[in-house]
Nanobody
Framework: QVQLVESGGGLVQAGGSLRLSCAAS????????TGWFRQAPGNEREFVAG????????KYADSVKGRFTISRDNAKNTVSLQMNNLKPEDTAVYYC??????????????????WGQGTQVTVSS
């Protein structure tokens, strides 16, 4: 079992930055690929970014490439999402997630086993 707790959400103006953090507890953290998804009202939950257990492989949604950076610190059991040049369309609840399926960094919700409670990110225009 892995428990995930997100922090760092908030309200920011367009063009600004936020850093989301996710603290993990439970089993050996580097045995899990981790990722961030987001869900806006009326929309399905969508993949944002993912990182392999070792941190050596990352994947991003096209909509955030060049603006968001995912990283992890296995010594501290944390994964972070640095979000720069935020846009109003980035407004959503952001969820941290972990997957025991380590072959690749998956982009579908069904490939992830554990989820945090989510943190709200609101970008004003």
């Amino acid at each position: 079992q892995v428990q995930l707790v997100e922090s760092g959400g908030g309200l920011v103006q367009a063009g600004g930055s936020l850093r989301l953090s996710c603290a993990a507890s439970g089993r050996t953290f580097n045995n899990y690929n981790t990722g961030w998804f987001r869900q806006a009202p009326g929309n399905e939950r969508e993949f944002v970014a993912g990182v392999s257990g070792s941190g050596g492989s990352t994947k991003y949604a096209d909509s955030v490439k060049g603006r968001f950076t995912i990283s992890r610190d296995n010594a501290k059991n944390t994964v972070s999402l640095q979000m720069n040049n935020l846009k109003p369309e980035d407004t959503a609840v952001y969820y941290c997630t972990a997957s025991a399926r380590r072959a690749i960094v998956f982009i579908t919700t069904g490939s992830y086993d554990y989820w945090g409670q989510g943190t709200q990110v609101t970008v004003s225009s």
